[in-house]
């Protein structure tokens, strides 16, 4: 089993950055397919990045691309989620989660372990 434990988040103004970690227990976290979601109120779960096991390869949301990037260290068990440019509506909860698939997947009903949760908000 994998607790995943999300960090970072908070309040910035538009065009500012924010970095995202989540820290995950266990010693077989290299195993896991690695994403971050995001929900806004109203809205449905959204893909927003992932990253292969071994960090190689990573994908992003179309509405992140060139914005975000996503990280991971096996050796520290964490994975990272760099936000630049950031924009009123990346204002969301941002979800670390982790999947035994062989690849990434952007629906979230294929992922096994949540973390709780980071709030950030994005002012105008």
């Known amino acids: 089993q994998v607790q995943l434990v999300e960090s970072g988040g908070g309040l910035v103004q538009a065009g500012g950055s924010l970095r995202l970690s989540c820290a995950a227990s266990?010693?077989?976290?290299?195993?896991?397919?690695m994403s971050w979601f995001r929900q806004a109120p109203g809205k449905e779960r959204e893909f927003v990045a992932g990253?292969?096991?071994?960090?190689?390869?990573?994908y992003y949301g179309d509405s992140v691309k060139g914005r975000f990037t996503i990280s991971r260290d096996n050796a520290k068990n964490t994975v990272t989620l760099q936000m630049n440019s950031l924009k009123p509506e990346d204002t969301a909860q941002y979800y670390c989660a982790a999947a035994r698939t062989l690849v990434v997947g952007k629906i979230d009903r294929s992922y096994d372990y949540w973390g709780q949760g980071t709030q950030v908000t994005v002012s105008s």
């Open positions: 990253i292969n096991r071994s960090g190689g390869d990573s």
């Open positions: 266990g010693r077989t976290f290299s195993t896991y397919i």
